[in-house]
């Protein structure tokens, strides 16, 4: 097996074509959001340089020991591309540890001759291969391309060598990068997710108050119906409401399904202060339970706005329970409030306070509130906090384009400032 090699002193440099067909494939990588459109593109790019018109990209799956298939132009040798390549298979194992480009052009063949550990023909058909590009990124194989033409390839000079090499360890960087972030991302949703499980609590409590009504007039439908079946605006007017109430319980269990499961973010348009009323209806048994008046106070002129209704609600009702566990044992109040906000170029923004009459924030603490993990419930009769509650609150604020700030004295309570950007009636 040969490898190819550039040597430092002989390091040719890129000519015009060269450094427009870097620039360009630099340019493709910035913007995919979806991997198979970035390995599509990494693999488009590589398979022009090289001058091959069949090739396939491996992607490691660190988990399992293998490297996944995720994208292939053409067929190899008419062979079926395998959907996966052990970590042990030798043309792997020689990636790991030249860290070069493998290549065909000078000498000898590079032929997997050697079989999976299954009961498939041989990795890539009986036709040799053309290239194996390695992408390496902080000295791991993350990915590798394998190249097969239908007929004899020409050979590749050192320029196209050393473009190769530029082009492979940018895709490896790009393609690490969008992992790292890819795990970041499923990270927050797992977080985001949990926060909202821990509040259900105090949701199923809200949620049994509020289908009470509905079901204690659908109940006096059923008995009174049998006696009254003649009455004719009986039937119609009660009809109606049950009707109205089927409905209003079918909403209530919507909400509470799309509140534990996490979507991606979806943008409608909302009254704000409905929303608002809606979470302190849900805090309110608990409240009342512990001693603690809730105040609100809601603009009749507080403009409607775009927002996730889920993703708000879940800021609201984290502030509010924070605050009653602010609060703690003793009585105390909760006020909540909403403000039309003018900024200075003319947009309108809503502005939503909830203030507590709890034990406030010492000054040493206030800085670190939005930190992950950073967490004082240990204080707490009523629950043990996890740190990652206001955090979230924070991100959900900052991806609306909003703002969040908090003012408090020891002992005295605390209030929480959300702003959110709004549309015009």
Request: hydrophobic share 35%.
């Amino acid at each position: 097996m040969t490898v190819a090699k550039s040597s430092p002193t002989t390091t040719p440099q890129l000519d015009p074509w060269s450094l427009t067909t870097l620039t360009h494939f630099l340019q493709d990588l910035g913007h995919p959001t979806k991997l198979p459109v970035m390995a599509e593109r990494i693999l488009t790019g590589l398979l022009e340089v090289s001058q091959s018109s069949h090739g396939a990209l491996y992607l490691l799956d660190h988990d399992h020991e293998r490297y996944c298939h995720v994208c292939s132009h053409g067929t190899l040798d008419s062979t079926p591309t395998p959907p996966a390549i052990p970590l042990s298979h030798p043309l792997v194992q020689s990636l790991l540890q030249c860290h070069q480009i493998h290549d065909v052009s000078n000498s000898d063949i590079i032929r997997p001759t050697v079989s999976l550990e299954t009961t498939t023909d041989n990795l890539f058909g009986t036709a040799p291969l053309k290239q194996a590009i390695p992408l390496l990124s902080r000295g791991r194989l993350i990915a590798f391309a394998a190249f097969q033409p239908r007929t004899e390839p020409p050979a590749r000079t050192p320029l196209r060598t050393e473009l190769l090499m530029a082009m492979s360890q940018s895709a490896a960087n790009a393609l690490d990068s969008f992992l790292l972030y890819e795990d970041l991302r499923q990270s927050q949703t797992l977080m985001r997710r949990t926060d909202r499980l821990r509040s259900l609590e105090t949701i199923a409590g809200g949620f049994a108050h509020e289908i009470r009504n509905p079901l204690t007039s659908i109940k006096t439908f059923i008995q009174l119906a049998p006696e009254r079946k003649d009455d004719s605006q009986f039937i119609e007017e009660f009809s109606r409401i049950v009707l109205d109430d089927v409905n209003r319980i079918e909403r209530l269990i919507q909400e509470i399904l799309d509140y534990a499961r996490y979507m991606e973010p979806k943008l409608t348009d909302e009254d704000l202060n409905e929303i608002v009323s809606s979470c302190i209806y849900f805090v309110q048994i608990q409240a009342d339970r512990r001693g603690i008046k809730i105040e609100k106070e809601l603009a009749s002129e507080l403009p409607r706005g775009m927002v996730d209704r889920q993703q708000i609600k879940q800021v609201l009702l984290n502030l509010l329970l924070n605050a009653m566990d602010a609060i703690g044992e003793n009585p105390g109040m909760v006020r909540v409030q909403t403000h039309r906000l003018q900024k200075p170029n003319g947009d309108e923004w809503a502005h939503i306070e909830i203030e507590d009459t709890g034990q406030g924030i010492s000054a040493e603490h206030l800085d670190h509130i939005f930190d992950p993990f950073f967490t004082t419930k240990h204080l707490s009769t009523f629950n043990e906090g996890t740190g990652l509650g206001l955090t979230i609150v924070h991100q959900i604020i900052q991806e609306h384009r909003g703002d969040i700030r908090v003012d408090s004295t020891e002992g005295h309570g605390t209030t929480f400032h959300i702003q959110l950007p709004c549309h015009r009636s």
